[in-house]
Nanobody
Framework: QLQLVESGGGSVQAGGSLRLSCVGPGIAYRRYCVGWFRQAPGKEREGVATLPGVGPLAYEESVKGRFTIFADSARNVLYLQMNTLRPEDTGMYYC??????????????????WGQGTQVTVFS
């Protein structure tokens, strides 16, 4: 069982920035595929960005150029830098990991371990 803990959510005006953090044993060492997901009220959980053990990063289309996923292996932290935030980015953001080092698609069903989530609210 891999325990993941997110932090860094909050309320921000549209156009602003937030940086989310996720701490978990070995999460930054690229032994797993790790990623960020979000869920807005009444909507399904959707993949935002993934960082594989091998292979390229992947981003959901609407966040490309605005969000960056990266890891700090020295601090064992996974980050999601979110810039130019929009009201439609509002939701609960989750850090997740899958048992494989490759990521495949941005499908929540493929991820076995989840954090408790951190709320992001973007107001106009």
């Amino acid at each position: 069982q891999l325990q993941l803990v997110e932090s860094g959510g909050g309320s921000v005006q549209a156009g602003g920035s937030l940086r989310l953090s996720c701490v978990g044993p070995g999460i930054a060492y690229r032994r797993y595929c790790v990623g960020w997901f979000r869920q807005a009220p009444g909507k399904e959980r959707e993949g935002v960005a993934t960082l594989p053990g091998v292979g390229p990063l992947a981003y959901e289309e609407s966040v490309k150029g605005r969000f960056t996923i990266f890891a700090d292996s020295a601090r064992n932290v996974l980050y999601l830098q979110m810039n130019t935030l929009r009201p439609e980015d509002t939701g609960m953001y989750y850090c997740a990991a899958r048992t494989e080092s490759y990521c495949g698609t941005l499908s929540a069903a493929d991820f076995a371990w989840w954090g408790q989530g951190t709320q992001v609210t973007v107001f106009s």
